[in-house]
């Protein structure tokens, strides 16, 4: 039986269909397949990155903590240091004044540091000089907050005083260096005969 035109382009029809269909659903499955491909890889990606900057973050903490560290110990050494001076300015004081009685004057916030200083200094002093001191800290005249640093030391009537303030120190090194200074500035004088 031999198939007529229109049962052939309905076969034909019927292939075409089955061939779109067939088509469809591939497209479907390449799409679910990218799509799950893409998922796959975004996720992969987010966790790269977020591990990345966990990583970043944690080493950021660590080198803020290395720096707290490094601070504090900076912080320590600095208040070690006032602690020394403040020794050796009290030392140099009572040696200059090689007195039984002393009074001493410092700022009003410096007094605790002053007292141990003190305190301290009382056993190495008998010890070198081999003679006894009575130190006590004036509690109504303190230095006046502007000064830096230091200290004023008195005999017992208040009529010799070693000054050992920071700026006291200061006025001392710039006289010493005028010369230096002045030379350094002007060029030298010709008509100077004593350089000292």
Do not use: W
Request: hydrophobic share 40%.
């Amino acid at each position: 039986m031999a198939l007529t035109d229109a049962d052939v382009q309905k076969q034909i029809k019927h292939m075409m269909g089955f061939i779109e269909q067939e088509a469809k659903e591939k497209v479907e499955e390449i799409d679910a397949k990218a799509e799950e491909e893409f998922n796959i890889e975004k996720g992969r990606l987010v966790q790269t990155q977020r591990v990345k900057i966990m990583q970043y973050y944690e080493k950021k903490e660590k080198q803020i903590e290395q720096h707290k560290k490094i601070q504090m110990s900076n912080l320590l050494n600095q208040a070690r240091l006032r602690v020394l001076k403040a020794r050796e300015d009290m030392i140099m004081g009572f040696y200059q004044l090689l007195e039984p009685k002393v009074t001493v004057r410092c700022r009003q916030q410096d007094v605790e540091m002053v007292q141990a200083a003190i305190d301290k200094n009382i056993p190495i002093y008998k010890d070198a000089v081999k003679s006894n001191i009575v130190v006590r800290i004036d509690p109504e005249r303190f230095l006046s907050s502007e000064i830096c640093g230091g200290v004023e030391v008195y005999n017992a009537n208040g009529k010799i005083k070693v000054s050992n303030t920071l700026e006291n120190r200061l006025e001392l090194i710039a006289q010493q260096m005028m010369p230096e200074i002045r030379v350094n500035l002007f060029g030298a004088n010709p008509n100077r005969r004593f350089m000292d």
